[in-house]
Every structure is written in C-alpha cells, then in structure tokens.
C-alpha cells in the first residue's frame, strides 16, 4: 500500500492459535472499521513502517503489520 493512502481495516489475523501479537494490535486499535494509513518506511527493506490509526502512530514491523488486513477507502 503506498503511503498516506487510506485505508479501512477488515480485520487482524491470528497466525497462532493463541496470538499474542494479534491481540495486542487489537488492544491497541486495530480493530474492524477503523481506518489506516502508512506514513513512512524504514530505510532498510521498509522496515519498520510507520503506521496510524486515528490520531495515534505506531511502529511495527512487516511481520506484524502482515497481520492486518485491510481494503482501500473510496
């Protein structure tokens, strides 16, 4: 997804029966209906990325971010 493009999450996958990372995005807002959007890319390999929920930015990895799923907003 390019940067600043918004976004609306469909949901968080569980990778694991018992996921911790999931659910951790999910505490954190990564829930259905919120909308998302990249701000910026690490330097090497794109990782961290930089990614807002609201008003609220966080840092995650590729691995973890591969756990949102999410359709573009029209």
Request: glycine share 6%; proline share 8%; aromatic share 6%.
């Given at each position: 997804m390019p940067p600043f493009t918004p976004?609306?999450?469909e949901h968080v996958e569980d990778v694991l029966t018992?996921?911790?990372i999931a659910k951790r995005l999910r505490e954190l807002g990564f829930v259905q209906g919120e909308e998302v959007s990249i701000v910026a890319r690490g330097p090497i390999s794109?990782?961290?990325?930089?990614?807002?929920v609201g008003f609220t930015r966080f840092a995650?990895?590729?691995?973890?971010?591969?756990?949102v799923h999410v359709h573009t907003a029209s």
């Amino acid at each position: 997804m390019p940067p600043f493009t918004p976004a609306i999450i469909e949901h968080v996958e569980d990778v694991l029966t018992i996921d911790p990372i999931a659910k951790r995005l999910r505490e954190l807002g990564f829930v259905q209906g919120e909308e998302v959007s990249i701000v910026a890319r690490g330097p090497i390999s794109a990782d961290p990325l930089m990614i807002q929920v609201g008003f609220t930015r966080f840092a995650l990895r590729r691995a973890e971010a591969q756990r949102v799923h999410v359709h573009t907003a029209s």
